[in-house]
């Protein structure tokens, strides 16, 4: 049983486009994080929701807009990509009292040619 | 100033041997310190975490927390070639509020059979 799954795996597309990424976990968590994982392997959060709300907003471009349609998913939809945004991006999740550990998702390469 | 410095790497080492891995930190607050191992082209998963000061020991592994000197370090005993992966520290703060994980930027090892 997965329990943090992402779709798609990968996603190419060109500059300009938009795409989503999906994000499910099974785990009854009550917070879900999207994070940017660049080239040199730095782990940035993005956006955190607890319970469909949005309590985590780093400084990070509005083309980026994540939407938690119940406490299980959490998408994120970026508009107008440009070829900064190429990178993994990881979903994970988090019980809120549960102070150690977040389980991973397994990734999305986004390459924005 | 990062909140999170970590060492990036690479580092290369020959099987069996002692391998130290460090990360210093700015925030007095942070009260849980965590490792993660992230394999390649995987998402990362949690390898052992420490609350407050101390040692914790798993197997081949000890994690140890300084935090007059907000420094922490993860020891691997006998590295083995399936230990190669990039180890990414991480850190929160014992409030649930934003419930905010922060990571180091990994450091890349390579254990050589």
């Known amino acids: 049983d997965t329990a943090v799954s992402q779709t798609p795996k990968y996603l190419v597309t060109q500059m300009g486009n938009d795409k989503s990424i999906k994000c499910e976990q099974n785990l009854g968590h009550d917070t879900m994080y999207w994070y940017k994982q660049d080239s040199k392997k730095f782990l940035k959060i993005m956006f955190s929701y607890n319970n469909k709300e949005l309590i985590i907003n780093e400084t990070v471009p509005n083309r980026f807009s994540p939407k938690s349609p119940d406490k299980a998913h959490l998408n994120l939809h970026i508009n107008s990509l440009e070829l900064g945004d190429s990178a993994v991006y990881f979903c994970a999740s988090s019980q809120a009292g549960q102070n150690y550990e977040q389980y991973f998702g397994p990734g999305t390469r986004l390459t924005v040619t | 100033q990062k909140e999170v410095e970590q060492d990036p790497g690479p580092l290369s080492v020959p099987e069996g041997a002692i391998v130290s891995l460090n990360c210093t930190y700015s925030?007095?607050?942070?009260?849980?310190f965590m490792w993660y191992r992230q394999y390649s082209r995987k998402g990362p998963e949690l390898l052992m975490y420490?609350?407050?000061?101390g040692n914790k020991e798993d197997g081949r592994f000890t994690a140890q927390v300084d935090k007059s000197s907000k420094y922490i370090s993860l020891f691997i005993r006998d590295s083995q070639p399936s230990d190669s992966a990039t180890y990414l520290c991480?850190?929160?703060?014992?409030?649930?509020?934003?419930?905010?994980?922060?990571f180091g930027t990994g450091t890349s090892l390579t254990v050589i059979p």
């Open positions: 420490t609350y407050s000061s």
């Open positions: 991480a850190m929160k703060t014992g409030s649930n509020t934003g419930n905010q994980f922060y």
């Open positions: 925030n007095s607050a942070f009260q849980y």
